[in-house]
């Protein structure tokens, strides 16, 4: 971004004919926008009109882009700034603004679509959360929740559900384990010669082999406001997990301190409530923490869900990584866990990584339940 550009969404839209005549266009807009809503309150509230005049001056049309919402508000700010400039403005809009409609009013958050926007900014604030409203807040949280489960379970289970045998069939009538030879050669007898068709009588299934002795599945997930959206889909996989009795599940949330949250791996709202979004990194102690929870090294799965900007010294993290790589535990190193994966980490960090024996990937669920057969097959 050009100087004069950040000097204009410094100084505020009464800057633009000096340092931006021509308007912010793109990303630099959207900030500008995102900050408008705002902090043009300081303008109002000093008894300033915004820059379009009245109403009759603008004419019965504008041009002007897609007004903001509180929530596309916070969604905005989170996208476009960073961490520490997130911290700074939400506790403006809540202390100096007291912008706390979606705090205080529980019938205006009722009537909000519950999606998974909704659901990340009601995590950043849930602190704020009191009374009816916190109960209100719980209850889409569930809601969209559910709905993301909904949506992973079915074919999460159906990978994770075993390796097919080839040697043997189920009378389980399952369309991932249809059998196409076996059926053919089981139907031959029942060809059609004058009409050329194969009659199918009987259609068969393999059977798949299942897990006697479960794994450790160890998710140690940053709870930096940067990975909102991997905490959520990580809280939904641990539920998913903690279900099948192939796999043991625990849980472990941190910024520079460590939360265990393992009892409630069968319960992602309940976890979710739990989290503290934001606050500082420390991927080292976190590891060496959950090195203290293996007991069997070559059946246990480490996931790390991390954008890798380690705040302690590297080296740390990196002997860390080692020795558990050293010891056969499983290592995966994820910079996003979502339904679009498009990781933003510090690449450098995850390569040191990568090199001491972590696989290091952006996965959406799907892909991680794939991931999870190969390792443990």
Not at 5 to 17: D, E, N
Not at 39 to 51: A, M, T, V, W
Not at 301 to 317: Q, S
Request: proline letters at 4%; hydrophobic letters at 40%.
């Amino acid at each position: 971004m050009k100087p004069l550009h950040r000097w204009r969404l410094v100084l505020g839209k009464y800057a633009g004919r000096h340092l931006a005549p021509q308007g912010l266009q793109g990303q630099a807009g959207r900030m500008d926008q995102a900050l408008d809503y705002l902090y043009g309150r300081e303008y109002r509230g000093r008894g300033l009109r915004d820059d379009g005049g009245t109403d009759a001056e603008r004419g019965p049309g504008s041009l002007d882009a897609s007004q903001l919402t509180l929530v596309t508000w916070l969604g905005e700010v989170r996208e476009l700034f960073p961490r520490d400039t997130v911290e700074v403005i939400e506790k403006h809009a809540l202390e100096r603004y007291g912008l706390t409609g979606l705090l205080t009013d529980p019938h205006t958050l009722e009537r909000l679509a519950p999606n998974q926007e909704l659901l990340r900014s009601l995590l950043m604030l849930k602190n704020s959360l009191h009374g009816e409203v916190l109960q209100v807040a719980r209850r889409i949280i569930r809601q969209v929740v559910e709905e993301i489960r909904r949506k992973l379970e079915a074919e999460v289970r159906r990978t994770l559900a075993g390796r097919l045998n080839r040697l043997r069939h189920s009378p389980l009538a399952v369309a991932q384990n249809f059998d196409p030879l076996g059926t053919l050669r089981k139907n031959l007898k029942h060809y059609d010669r004058e009409r050329r068709r194969l009659v199918v009588e009987q259609i068969k299934f393999f059977e798949r082999n299942t897990r006697r002795l479960p794994w450790d599945i160890i998710l140690c997930i940053d709870q930096s406001g940067s990975m909102a959206d991997s905490v959520i889909h990580s809280a939904v996989m641990a539920g998913i997990l903690a279900a099948l009795p192939a796999f043991r599940v625990k849980i472990v949330v941190f910024d520079t301190s460590i939360v265990d949250l393992s009892e409630y791996a069968d319960d992602p709202v309940e976890m979710l409530m739990r989290v503290q979004l934001g606050g500082g990194t420390h991927i080292a102690r976190a590891v060496r923490y959950c090195a203290q929870q293996v007991e069997n090294p070559q059946r246990t799965v480490l996931v790390l869900v991390t954008d890798f900007c380690e705040g302690a010294p590297p080296g740390e993290l990196v002997r860390a990584v080692r020795e558990l790589a050293e010891a056969r535990v499983k290592l995966l190193g994820l910079a996003a866990l979502d339904s679009q994966a498009f990781p933003v980490y510090d690449r450098q960090m995850a390569e040191r990584l990568a090199a001491c024996g972590m696989e290091v990937a952006a996965l959406t669920p799907q892909k991680l339940a794939h991931w999870l057969v190969k390792v443990i097959s």
